[in-house]
């Protein structure tokens, strides 16, 4: 059974850092992308980034662009985010979530985490 | 960046009823489409991809269709776990887009 499972969220004050953690398990991870999603309190889903099955691409969402940074271990089945320079509007839910494939490209997603909770604030 | 624009936001539905959400976006995707369901406090489940391929293990209710710019999901006859947000997302370009949901109530 595939699993994903997130850890690294809390508070953090503005202009702080955090680094989230999605532990894979099931399938072979390095044979497929992965993403992070997340969806504001009461709010829709908003893709955050992508990354294909070797780590050697990378894609953002210009809210997070210069911020934020995704990365891969596949030793360790574990995909991360680094985010720097937190704003409150990052404030969210993270879900790391599966691609069908390697390329990061045209990925729909299967299945996601049960999420993380990232609070930014004062 | 390619606009998602899913309507209604809200829906009202009786258990058995047959209901259809539309996703409109802002430049032709092909049918680079995925349809997912969130119940609240969960995480999203992918139900539909490339417009109108049924995951595997969804049950042959759900429904989707479309290409380009147009595209309607479908729930033949409503049944009571069917109650949920609903979200279409293009995955023809970076950055993905979702649609803003679509809440399905109970009438």
């Given at each position: 059974e595939v699993q994903l499972l997130e850890s690294g969220g809390g508070f953090v004050q503005p202009g702080g850092s955090l680094r989230l953690s999605c532990a894979a398990s099931g399938f072979t991870f390095s044979s497929y992308a992965m993403s992070w999603v997340r969806q504001a309190p009461g709010k829709g889903l908003e893709w955050v980034s992508g990354i294909s099955g070797s780590g050697g691409s990378t894609f953002?969402?210009?809210?997070?662009?210069?911020?934020?940074?995704?990365?891969?271990?596949?030793?360790?089945?574990?995909?991360?985010?680094?985010?720097?320079?937190?704003?409150?509007?990052?404030?969210?839910?993270?879900?790391?979530?599966?691609?069908?494939?390697?390329?990061?490209?045209?990925?729909w997603f299967d299945p996601w985490g049960q999420g993380t909770l990232v609070t930014v604030s004062s | 960046d390619i606009q998602m624009t899913q309507s209604p936001s809200t829906l009202s539905a009786s258990v058995g009823d047959r209901v259809t959400i539309t996703c409109r976006a802002s430049q032709s995707i092909s049918s680079w489409l995925a349809w997912y369901q969130q119940r609240p406090g969960k995480a999203p489940k992918l139900l539909i991809y490339k417009a109108s391929s049924l995951e595997s293990g969804v049950p042959s209710r759900f429904s989707g269709s479309g290409s380009g710019t147009e595209f309607t999901f479908s729930i033949s006859s409503l049944q009571p776990d069917d109650f949920a947000t609903y979200y279409c997302q293009q995955c023809n370009t970076f950055p993905y887009t979702f649609g803003q949901g679509t809440k399905l109530e109970i009438k």
């Open positions: 953002y969402a210009d809210s997070v662009t210069g911020r934020f940074t995704i990365s891969r271990d596949n030793s360790k089945n574990t995909l991360y985010l680094q985010m720097n320079s937190l704003r409150a509007e990052d404030t969210a839910v993270y879900y790391c979530a599966k691609g069908p494939k390697s390329s990061a490209s045209l990925n | -």
